[in-house]
């Protein structure tokens, strides 16, 4: 390879591709591309806004845009999480990247940042933006109030090791192509696409991690904006299985001798080490 050539790859190589769901939250959508997008840096290529049947002006802001670097997708329907599929088979470049229309700030060149630390962690496959500590925004708070951690530090790069969101978050090509990408669900509009994708991952041996030097400004949740009914559906749902779990939970640490077991083998978290949407603010 000449000197050119490995330029060439070492270029091509740094290039991600962002995509950005939304759906009638254009006032929260003008953010992410002014303070968000706007502070991406050279190694972000392709930018795919993919407009989920909005009706509240987002197409006509989003025509309104004139970065070379974007491709605007009107789609007639809601068709949630299920977008990421299509809208990323759109892009070439080899670092793919899932970025919430509700992330409303970011530092400068906040996209490299993110991802020279994937680079450097070769078995990390999924690696979001930490998160400012904000108290209306209820993923901050679940970070901050309800999640456990374990923070590292590897190869130079502090790590949280937990639950990992995909508001900010960073993948390769080669590890989407080689667990098959993004769930497509027929049936459901809203679902926890990035926890099914990050199960996808650690059956293939690789890790999902949160950078913690790095933080993005979420603002999900009603003190921002009226969620979809599909996404009240979804936790509503979500919370009566929940419920169900801790319910026999109960019953099974009620069992002489099981609550001693389960502490010594980790067989379930004890039902007072979950939650459900009620606990946030």
Aim: aromatic fraction near 10%; hydrophobic fraction near 40%; charged fraction near 25%.
């Amino acid at each position: 390879m000449t000197a050119a050539q490995a330029h060439e790859h070492a270029v091509a190589a740094d290039e991600i591709a962002i995509v950005i769901l939304t759906c009638g939250r254009v006032h929260l959508l003008k953010q992410c591309v002014e303070n968000v997008l706007a502070k991406a840096s050279a190694a972000t290529r392709e930018i795919v806004i993919w407009s989920n049947g909005a009706t509240d002006g987002t197409e006509e802001y989003l025509e309104s845009l004139e970065d070379p670097r974007l491709r605007i997708v009107h789609h007639p329907e809601n068709i949630g999480q299920s977008a990421y599929v299509d809208a990323f088979s759109l892009t070439t470049s080899p670092y793919l990247l899932e970025l919430d229309d509700d992330v409303i700030e970011a530092p400068q060149d906040w996209d490299l940042t993110l991802l020279r630390a994937f680079q450097s962690l070769p078995d990390v496959g999924f690696l979001a933006a930490g998160l400012v500590d904000n108290p209306h925004d209820l993923t901050a708070y679940a970070m901050y109030n309800l999640y456990d951690y374990t923070e590292v530090e590897e190869s130079g790069v502090r790590l949280l090791l937990g639950p990992t969101g995909g508001y900010c978050a960073l993948t390769s090509r080669a590890v989407y192509e080689q667990v098959g990408g993004f769930r497509r669900e027929r049936r459901r509009v809203f679902f926890l696409e990035d926890a099914a994708y990050v199960k996808k991952i650690q059956r293939a041996g690789y890790r999902a991690a949160t950078l913690i030097d790095l933080k993005v400004l979420h603002a999900g949740g009603p003190h921002y904006s009226k969620a979809p009914k599909e996404k009240d559906e979804f936790w509503r749902s979500y919370e009566r299985r929940a419920a169900r779990k801790r319910a026999a939970k109960h019953l099974l640490l009620a069992v002489p001798g099981v609550a001693s077991l389960n502490s010594k083998y980790g067989w379930f978290k004890p039902p007072e080490e979950t939650y459900a949407s009620q606990d946030l603010p």
